[in-house]
């Protein structure tokens, strides 16, 4: 069974750099790993996306292993503003085609 | 370019009733998701339609159908409404390619059901 966990929440202070990992087993070999933020009453946002090793936007990084089963957001030098819910969003087998899993989540809490 | 809509904002039903959702896709995407979000928790994914196919589906009872039309715009139906389907629904589109490509939302709607 495909489980996609993340901590509940994390605290940073604004200026600093925060990383948010995701484990995620028996995800798909050909798919995305993607990152998203939300704002409450919001959708969620894209950030970040990748198969493997590292890439870099201008807003972030992701960091991931050489077996996938895992994943790192990094956000550099974070604002009051990234104060939101982090999810990571995998692709799992699921008989002919691939079924798509939110994270559980992790609240940023950016203070000043 | 025009972003992902939905329709309607809010709606309240009533256990038993019926409800049909819909959401029109970003321009130039030929692909839409369907997520439901319980409130405090995360999207769960309903499933996908690619060209007007079911792409992908997670673990919903059938009576959670939908439609992709021509114009790749789409409907969310659930049939016999029960408390526990009270949640933010969620639409994203993107482009063809894999399952998990960048998806732009909408906003949801966020149905009550008494």
């Known amino acids: 069974l495909a489980k996609t966990t993340q901590p509940i929440s994390m605290d940073s202070y604004e200026g600093q750099e925060v990383n948010i990992t995701c484990s995620h087993n028996n995800i798909a070999t050909n798919d995305y790993i993607t990152w998203y933020q939300q704002f409450p009453s919001q959708g969620p946002r894209f950030i970040i996306q990748?198969?493997?090793t590292k890439v870099t936007n201008e807003v972030a990084s992701l960091f991931i292993p050489a077996d996938r089963k895992s994943s790192t957001l990094s956000l550099p030098r974070v604002s009051l503003s990234d104060t939101a819910v982090y999810y990571c969003l995998v692709a799992v087998p699921s008989g002919a085609t691939n079924k798509l899993i939110f994270g559980t989540g992790t609240l940023l809490a950016v203070q000043p | 370019e025009t972003g992902v809509t939905q329709s309607p904002t809010h709606l309240i039903k009533t256990r038993g009733q019926q409800v049909t959702l819909r959401c029109s896709s970003q321009?130039?995407?030929?692909?839409v998701s369907w997520y439901q979000q319980a409130l405090g928790q995360g999207p769960q994914f309903i499933f996908q339609y690619y060209r007007e196919e079911e792409n992908g589906r997670g673990n919903f009872p059938p009576r959670f159908s939908g439609l992709q039309f021509p114009n790749y715009s789409s409907e969310l139906n659930v049939n016999a409404l029960e408390l526990d389907d009270s949640a933010l629904y969620l639409c994203?589109?993107?482009?063809?390619?894999?399952?998990?490509?960048?998806?732009?939302f909408g906003p949801g709607t966020r149905l009550t059901v008494l």
């Open positions: 321009s130039g995407h030929n692909t």
């Open positions: 990748g198969y493997k």
């Open positions: 994203a589109s993107s482009q063809a390619g894999e399952i998990g490509n960048e998806q732009f």
